[in-house]
């Protein structure tokens, strides 16, 4: 005998509107480029300057530039002056915790 999975209708989650689904699968799609998550990961114990970012990831500062940017625009960077040098961090907690948890999903 097949077992039913489904739900009864009281537990079923309120799906979100049409605009904010969108919004949140354009944030997975800034997920998707290994340079960015190099760059995210090289972020999550401190912050640093797009020249170490750079060498710390194996790209150019160029590259790093172009990628902060699409970051950036997305709010999962920021960054602060140190006269004329921008030093880069992660966003808030939520970013660190995305990347934790995709690790965990992937290392389980």
């Known amino acids: 005998m097949a077992e039913n999975n489904a739900r009864p209708a009281e537990e079923e989650p309120c799906m979100p509107d049409e605009e904010l689904l969108y919004d949140l699968a354009d944030l997975f799609k800034i997920f998707s480029d290994t340079t960015r998550i190099k760059i995210l990961y090289s972020l999550m114990d401190e912050?640093?300057?797009v020249g170490e970012i750079a060498e710390i990831i194996g790209a150019t500062q160029s590259a790093v530039s172009h990628q902060l940017r699409i970051l950036k625009q997305a709010r999962l960077v920021r960054f602060d002056r140190d006269g004329r040098s921008l030093?880069?961090?992660?966003?808030?907690?939520?970013?660190?915790?995305?990347?934790?948890?995709?690790?965990?999903?992937?290392?389980?």
Do not use: K, R
């Not at 907690?93 to 995709?102: E, P, S, W, Y």
């Open 47 to 49: 912050p640093h300057a």
């Open 87 to 108: 030093i880069y961090s992660l966003a808030d907690d939520h970013v660190h915790t995305m990347l934790a948890q995709g690790m965990n999903h992937l290392c389980e």
